[in-house]
């Protein structure tokens, strides 16, 4: 099975996130091609990058990074949950994908993305555009959550047939382009740097 890593990307107090990460995590668990573990950037607490060396070296000088970079490298894909913050995805999750470099390389990811009238669908857009500045791989495939409060229900997030078709199709296409994306991170194909 794929190494899965879901990032949950809000951090402020009262978040409503959570509930959809949790729940996006049940699906891809339910969907058998992976072993998901969740990332969140709240619990993470990533300080504003504070490395002194560009993340391109490797040459980590905190723990807190050496550890994001484990992290990250052991993961096959990614599935990103992101609220929408100002047209854009949030600060916090910015300030995560700059920490690193190589590690996020020739890897998928899907992007969930929840908001009011506009689903988070600009914050979508905007991390779609730039992922491949990392070597990732955005999925065409999109899960936009509308008005999502109205989907929380004590505590849980119970979503829709439209939601919930998105999300498998998203998880097909995750470990499709997983499989396809796996032989590139052979170390002899790897760039030199």
């Known amino acids: 099975m794929y190494q899965l890593k879901i990032i949950g990307a809000t951090v402020r107090p009262g978040r409503q996130g959570p509930f959809i990460t949790k729940w996006v995590a049940a699906q891809a668990r339910a969907c058998g091609k992976f072993e ?9 607490d990533l300080p504003l990058m504070n490395e002194p060396n560009h993340p391109a070296l490797r040459q980590y000088t905190h723990e807190h990074t050496r550890a994001w970079s484990a992290k990250i490298a052991e993961a096959d894909a990614f599935i990103f949950v992101t609220a929408e913050y100002n047209f854009s995805y949030p600060a916090p999750l910015q300030n995560a994908l ?12 899907g992007i969930v993305s929840y908001g009011g009238v506009s689903a988070g669908s600009r914050a979508w857009n905007a991390l779609k555009s730039d992922l491949p500045s990392y070597r990732v791989v955005p999925l065409v495939e999109a899960v936009n959550i509308p008005f999502f409060t109205h989907f929380i229900e004590e505590g849980l997030f119970v979503p829709n047939e439209i939601t919930t078709a998105a999300t498998t199709a998203l998880l097909q296409e995750l470990a499709r382009w997983t499989t396809a994306l796996q032989p590139l991170r052979h170390p002899e194909l790897l760039p030199p740097y």
């Open 36 to 44: 998901v573990e969740v990332l969140d950037l709240q619990v993470l």
């Open 98 to 109: 700059e920490y690193l470099v190589h590690e996020w390389g020739y890897k998928a990811a």
